[in-house]
């Protein structure tokens, strides 16, 4: 029998737990070295689920994923069951290979699987009035590894987990692909090891497209397009496959928003990466897992893994193959990825998709034009606008899409050197809110509920809101100018212009914005190195989000702009800025530097 005890957590309040009934109240702790706390933030594993590797004694996995998003160790009442874990091992462990070298063996997970996606998933539970009774925290899981690494079987033991032994009855799990082939070549693993396994020969019926677990009324089956997943929907578990492959999000949100009843669902995505197109279901899941990873938004409810190297890496050696594959040297092999790689060394096609499928890189994602490390090294305090009474200012206004986000930017250079104190103004639609708390996690409404961020009544933007804000500011700011684009003229740049307000078109292309674009970059990492804020923005979170979306276009000669279309999501705050600082250099208050000098053709 496993032996079961308690971590410590130097000195922190133990949230391991023994049983699923109370867990909190049965942890019992016992005095045994757990590995350093400096060993445990290099794995990327939390010491609940260190010390749960320990009593088992499995080991710890030395293949840290490049992107892990918290557990959910600081949500108020959760705990971590060890129980609850050891019963998913334990269904993994009732099927058997059914293939290969270890055919007729036990399923027994990989300890990174353990470690980093069954133990943290199934392990953390808070309680739940409604269903008088401790429920999983987590709700939503990506994996996002490259192949070989035992995605198949992986998926499967999770869905017969969750149909035959996560104590629901009429449990409804369906493994969802694009088309009806695919979605059987992920349905098969599932039905061969079911249908396999000793266990349970007499507890399971193994059809051509379901699993049925009779006692329980569950079953799982196969969808592959909305009308299927939405017929009777009530899941209680679903499992995505290569979610680069889906075309759209609609089946992945039909399958997602069909789980309402359930008190505690899982929807699992397992995917490799894709090759860095924008604007993807992919993508959106791909970005949100690491922006939760980064902590610029949080929500408990998700938890996601990337293993990939790193662009740098040389894709070449074993180093490599390890850090992006944490299940090197078993699945797959070195003896496979080294024929891999040669075949990738004469063929520059080979080698994108040998980038791609089995060292997990995006191969056409572009590096950041701002460093998410070097805009927060510029934050500095919270921006106090009452000593901002009477500074020279410059704006800036992205009106954009009158049912979307409306940015305003105050750019205001100090005296003392050539840096800038940096004021927004975000409007919203009130109808919008919804939508864009979707895409941010949540956080949008937190953004309203601190100031951050300003709704209007309505499904547009009231831009008489935008034209009183820039009045009231005219009283405190000494503005000189006001900076906007010249193809989103509106009505309030005409009445502005009424209020006595200097109104300046601003190009939106390369010969516009490329000066202002690289004098904020030079600005942004100077303040890095010298350790002060050159472009103090007070840690505005909106402009955080927007600043990790941020993606820049670049013609032959080097000239960048904001590129909308291929960022991730909304950067008006930048065209904002772009803008503001467009109007300081030409007034004759903005820096420059050789390094960043721009030519324009």
Known sequence: MPRTKTPSTDGATTRAATRSGDPAKRATAEARRSPSAAKLRRLKISPEVAWYLDARDIPLPDCPPAFKTPEPREVPGAVFDPERVDRVLASFRALRHVAGRWAGQ??????????????????????????????????????????????STLSAGIAIYMACADGEQGAQVVTAATTKDQARFVFTPIRTLA??????????????????????????????????????????????????????????????????SRTQPLSVIITTADSGRPGTIYARKRE????????????????????????????????????????????????????????????????????????GIRTKQDVRFIDLDAWDANAGDIVDEHQLDGRTAYGGLDLGSVSDLTALCWLMPRDHDDGYDAVWRFWLPEDALDDLDRRTAGEASLWVEDGWLDVTPGNVTDYAYVRQQIEDDLDWLDVETVGFDRWNATQLSIDLMEDGVEMVKVGQGYASTSAPMKELQRLILRGKSAHRPMLHHGGNPVMRWMTDNLAVARDPAGNVKPDKAAAAEKIDGWSALVNAMSEAMANGDGGSDPVFTTTTT
């Open 288 to 359: 949100l897992v690491e922006r939760l990873s980064r902590g610029i938004i949080t929500d408990e409810s998700i938890y996601g893994v990337v293993w990939a190297a790193g662009k740098k890496d040389d894709p070449h050696v074993e180093s490599t193959w390890r850090k992006a594959n944490p299940g090197f040297g078993i699945s797959p092999t070195k003896a496979y990825l080294a024929a891999e790689s040669r075949k990738a060394q004469n063929s520059p096609a080979d080698l994108a998709a040998f980038l791609r499928l089995h060292l």
């Open 106 to 151: 036990p399923l027994e997970p990989d300890p990174w699987q353990i470690a980093h996606i069954l133990a943290p998933v199934f392990g953390w539970v808070r309680w739940d009035d409604e269903s008088d009774g401790y429920v999983r925290v987590i709700r939503d899981l990506y994996v996002d590894v490259p192949r070989k690494n035992g995605k």
């Open 195 to 260: 249908e396999r396994a000793p266990a349970l020969k007499s507890r399971v019926k193994a059809l051509s497209e379901k699993v049925i677990h009779p006692r329980s009324g569950s079953y799982i089956e196969v969808v592959s397009s909305v009308a299927d997943a939405q017929h009777g929907a009530n899941i209680h578990c679903s499992i995505v496959d290569e979610l680069h492959v889906h075309k759209t999000a609609d089946l992945v949100e039909t399958i997602e928003t069909g789980r309402g």
